[in-house]
């Protein structure tokens, strides 16, 4: 089955720039989402189809893909970034219609 | 606003059932497909299966056949998601999302989530 793979953790420094990053086949289709998820809390979407931001989303969170990597950048990281932080795409070419990466743990130092 | 509310945490013995609920208030409910996604304690997000609230059609994930069911009703604007034959490794978070999109996929919003916990 297709799947789609992330550093298990990050680390930034306040108010540098962070990247987190996604990669899986399923992305020469696709492009990815992110997802931001903070301890006891639902995910939140902050990144839609590659580089997208939903409303209320801080412009800090960017997001880009090239071939079968996306990824997710925190340009000026703030302490409240810190949390979990999944990607998803559309998979047509595996057991399920829908893939999630494993999160990335993104601690702000 | 777009807003789903999921029904309350459950405890479940081994080989029994739970259904969890998720109700959609602030859009059209028949117009999006409805999706299931779970997290065990410390883990990650694992897609279980979706339902087109349109004509109730569902899809599920191939490791959850045979014992999961989502289900809809329309005049409630509720999705269920039924599962049974419960075992300890299906305590987790249960959450329903709301896709978005045609040729991607994304999901917004989400549950708050339902805690099931499969305990002796």
């Known amino acids: 089955s297709s799947e789609l793979t992330q550093d298990p953790a990050v680390s930034v420094a306040l108010g540098q720039t962070a990247t987190i990053t996604c990669r899986g086949d399923s992305l020469r289709s696709y492009y990815a989402s992110w997802y931001q998820q903070k301890p006891g809390q639902a995910p939140v979407l902050v990144i839609y189809s590659r580089h997208h931001r939903p409303s209320g989303i801080p412009d800090r969170f960017s997001g880009s893909s090239s071939g079968t990597t996306a990824s997710l950048t925190i340009t000026g990281a703030q302490a409240e970034d810190e949390a979990d932080y999944y990607c998803?795409?559309?998979?047509?070419?595996?057991?399920?219609?829908?893939?999630f990466g494993g999160g990335t743990k993104l601690t702000v130092l | 606003q777009v807003q789903l509310v999921q029904s309350g945490a459950e405890v479940k013995k081994p080989g029994a059932s739970v259904r969890v609920s998720c109700k959609g208030s602030?859009?059209?409910?028949?117009?999006?497909?409805m999706h299931w996604v779970r997290q065990a304690p410390g883990q990650g997000l694992e897609w279980m299966g979706m339902?087109?609230?349109?004509?109730?059609?569902?899809t599920y994930a191939q490791k959850f056949q045979g014992r999961v069911t989502m289900t809809r009703d329309t005049s409630t604007n509720t999705v269920y998601m039924r599962l049974n034959s419960l075992r300890s490794e299906d305590t987790a978070v249960y959450y329903c999302?709301?896709?978005?999109?045609?040729?991607?996929?994304?999901?917004?919003?989400w549950g708050q989530g339902t805690l099931v916990t499969v305990s002796s």
């Open positions: 999302a709301r896709e978005r999109g045609s040729g991607d996929v994304w999901f917004d919003p």
């Open positions: 998803n795409s559309r998979d047509t070419s595996g057991d399920s219609p829908v893939v």
């Open positions: 339902i087109n609230p349109d004509g109730g059609s569902t």
């Open positions: 602030g859009y059209s409910f028949s117009d999006y497909y």
